[in-house]
């Protein structure tokens, strides 16, 4: 990782080597986006989900050079947003128990996977189920390699830092804690969520009450997979 760090530092020198002309018709799509057949929440539907809601937002929608430029409530590098969030939930009175995608072009909560006794509790160091919200922050490293190339990864984890705080922030607005985690298999959950060589998994944080009830250890992945 220092290799990394020392390889796309900025000095003057590079950033002249670097400068040059960015086609951005041929920018990467800044939003996954799942098949329409999948059942999903919109935004403002219920209550519940409002605190999840803030910590991902649209806040303003305009074009720039002939593409649309979307801004979230999470500040991004270049504006690239190579971060997605997702969210398990559970025990919320209204809400079918699953593991969500947080889909914040579109305003809607896209269900990937229904959970009973199972669930992400056992891929994240958790031995019973937990009522309330685990989400999961990942990263999408392509899309801020296509500007920043190497030094991607920089802004890679800087912008996932920005969402973990912008969760952190909506749930104390609500009266909520959240809870950091870092005992877990980073692999294992990747390849249960499905992601490819394209998307990693960046952080863990955990909202609720742990209940008395025991949760089955998850050995499969869900089988939707993004459009």
């Not at 190497?150 to 804690?177: F, I, P, T």
């Not at 060589?197 to 909202?207: G, P, W």
Request: with cysteine; hydrophobic share 35%.
């Amino acid at each position: 990782m220092n290799e990394v760090y020392e390889e796309s530092s900025l000095t003057p020198l590079r950033v002249a080597q670097l400068s040059g002309y960015r086609d951005w018709s041929s920018q990467p799509l800044m939003f996954k986006h799942y098949p329409n057949f999948l059942y999903r929440y919109q935004y403002g539907e219920n209550p519940s989900l409002r605190p999840i809601e803030l910590c991902r937002i649209v806040t303003s929608t305009h074009n720039s050079a002939n593409q649309p430029y979307i801004q979230l409530n999470t500040p991004s590098a270049g504006n690239l947003h190579p971060v997605e969030l997702y969210v398990q939930i559970r025990g919320i009175k209204g809400i079918i128990s699953g593991i969500y995608h947080v889909n914040a072009k579109e305003g809607t909560f896209v269900l990937l996977k229904e959970i009973e006794a199972d669930g992400l509790e056992s891929l994240v160091g958790i031995q019973k189920r937990m009522n309330g919200f685990i989400f999961v922050v990942s990263c999408v490293a392509f899309r801020a390699e296509w500007k920043y190339a190497k030094r991607a990864v920089r802004y890679c984890y800087l912008d996932a830092g920005h969402q973990v705080g912008a969760v952190g922030a909506s749930l104390k607005l609500h009266g909520q804690e959240m809870t950091i985690l870092s005992d877990f298999d980073a692999q294992t959950l990747q390849r249960f969520m499905g992601f490819g060589a394209d998307e990693f998994v960046s952080a863990v944080m955990t909202c609720g009450e742990i209940s008395t009830k025991s949760v089955e250890f998850e050995t499969k992945s869900y089988a939707c997979l993004p459009e």
